[in-house]
């Protein structure tokens, strides 16, 4: 019933689809090109532009439609003027937005691998779904990272903070980039490692990230006065 | 039981407007009017009565706890909240859920104000009137204890002016106390069982409907003061200040105010300043100016 609100947000917003669309044919475009051409370690150089960019961009953008650009507190204030408890309200929203980024991280990573596979790389079905389940773990996580942000300031601004953040951190290899989704995303799907850190070390440090900072911004939410 | 005791708080969107410190009771269910306008602290008052604004200082309770959002509250700001991407009768639906009572027909719930065919318009869709006139009826046909309204016939279809007066009174026979704000002493009188005025922040009188008080016309006080609103206030108001029939102007957004000896002279001078600024009148009244020294 909370859910609802966000929900159609998300699914009614003509432009949310069209960024989406645009994001998509671009990367798996990308994907397309470097399989035709046999571009050596083209499925890697695919995973890097879905990983580096398309994906915080995406969930950025799906954060944004899903709170109508406003605080997470704020973007609730219809149901919370009816009665509803604020934080209840905050978490339906955080949920909805969290699987949205993970649906959007899970297709579009898995699509990436399906169009960009070469000889050189593992088994297909084995490496689609396997980047199907760390791309949707890592949507979730970046959506949670960016509804943090939005928990303080409405606009982008917010949560375009926190991405910042996570690119500049996260770039890095050091002990920063355990806290952010992008290091642990590059090193599930191949890269370099932050802090020497297995891959399940990676992957159980992004749930738990995930699950962080949804408490984080639903607490934060919870407290906005509107 | 509303009670307010000693209060005093300023608005967190406009900090100029003060309130307080002011102190009564509204004890029996039925509909009260807090008269003035937004300067004089009735919107805020409004708020700190729905939780939407906090209190600096006294208690303030409804129904003997500190408000709150919640389900037993109805409040319909100036500008309301809604959910754009509902169509009007989803938001009805949801708003049922969401206040846990039980689910009437939207088509017959928008009827109460002859508002039945937004019921399938998406709500981002509407216009402001329109919008209101929603969450007004969402307000009435809920099973709220207590309704916080503001300006609750501004903008309305004037033929639905008698259906919200019977829907007040409705609620308020099923045991509802209802508080608006307006700055009309009109629709105070048509709504409101009992007023409580406000001038500058602070309660200046109480009156009843029963005791057939009206609104002096003429200056008390030496004075009269109009209330003005038009959306080229700013034009008028660069009219008015030139003119020596008033002593004071004050403009504020759409909101024009000015007090001066002679009303009739006043109302002249408003009417030629409107034909020179082109600024075309939304609402012209004169507002009741306290008779006695403002009491807390």
């Not at chain 2, 922040?201 to 038009?230: H, N």
């Amino acid at each position: 019933m909370l859910a609802r609100v966000p929900l159609l947000r998300l699914v009614r917003s003509r432009a949310l689809w069209v960024i989406v669309t645009g994001w998509t044919i671009l990367v798996l475009g990308a994907a397309v090109l470097h399989k035709r051409h046999g571009v050596p370690h083209g499925t890697d150089d695919a995973l890097d532009l879905y990983a580096s960019f398309a994906l915080p961009w995406l969930v950025f953008s799906v954060v944004g439609f899903a709170l109508a650009d406003q605080s997470l507190g704020k973007s609730g204030e219809a149901l919370v003027v009816l009665g509803a408890s604020p934080a209840r309200v905050a978490l339906a929203t955080v949920l909805v937005t969290m699987g949205a980024g993970a649906v959007v991280g899970a297709v579009l990573g898995g699509a990436t691998v399906l169009l960009a596979h070469g000889p050189g790389d593992p088994p297909l079905l084995v490496d689609t779904l396997q980047t199907l389940a760390f791309g949707g773990v890592a949507g979730a996580s970046y959506a949670a990272l960016m509804l943090v942000g939005a928990s303080f300031v409405g606009g982008p601004w917010g949560r375009g903070l926190f991405a910042l953040a996570d690119w500049a951190m996260g770039s890095d290899y050091g002990f920063g980039a355990c806290l952010t989704p992008r290091a642990h995303l590059r090193n599930l799907l191949g890269g370099e490692a932050p802090f020497d850190l297995l891959p399940w070390e990676s992957l159980g440090l992004l749930v738990v990230l995930g699950v962080a900072f949804a408490v984080l911004a639903v607490q934060k939410a919870a407290r906005t006065r509107v | 039981m509303i009670e307010l005791k000693e209060v005093t708080a300023r608005s967190r969107h406009s900090p100029k407007v003060e309130l307080g410190p002011v102190s009564f009771t509204l004890e029996t269910p039925a509909s009260y009017a807090l008269v003035g306008a937004s300067e004089d602290g009735v919107g805020l008052l409004l708020g700190l009565l729905a939780g939407s604004e906090s209190a600096r200082k006294g208690t303030l309770t409804i129904g003997g706890a500190a408000p709150t959002r919640r389900k037993g509250v109805a409040h319909v700001p100036y500008v309301p909240v809604l959910p754009g991407e509902l169509r009007v009768a989803d938001y009805l639906s949801l708003a049922a859920k969401v206040r846990g009572e039980p689910e009437a027909d939207p088509r017959e719930r928008l009827a109460a104000l002859g508002i039945a065919p937004l019921a399938a318009r998406r709500i981002r869709d509407l216009a402001l009137e329109e919008a209101r006139a929603v969450a007004l009826t969402e307000a009435l046909t809920s099973q709220a204890t207590y309704l916080f309204l503001a300006e609750p016939l501004v903008d309305l279809d004037p033929r639905a002016t008698g259906r919200v007066a019977e829907a007040l009174d409705a609620r308020t026979s099923a045991g509802a106390f209802v508080v608006f704000a307006t700055t009309s002493p009109e629709d105070a009188r048509t709504l409101g069982r009992e007023q409580v005025h406000f001038h500058a922040g602070k309660l200046v009188f109480r009156t009843t409907r029963d005791e057939a008080w009206t609104p002096p016309l003429g200056p008390v006080d030496g004075r009269a003061r109009l209330l003005i609103r038009s959306e080229g206030a700013r034009f008028l108001l660069a009219e008015l200040a030139s003119d020596p029939t008033f002593d004071e102007v004050h403009g504020q957004g759409a909101e024009l105010k000015v007090t001066g000896k002679d009303p009739i002279a006043m109302a002249r001078a408003v009417a030629i300043a409107s034909r020179r600024a082109n600024a075309e009148i939304d609402l012209l009244t004169f507002e009741t100016v306290p008779p006695v020294e403002p009491a807390s």
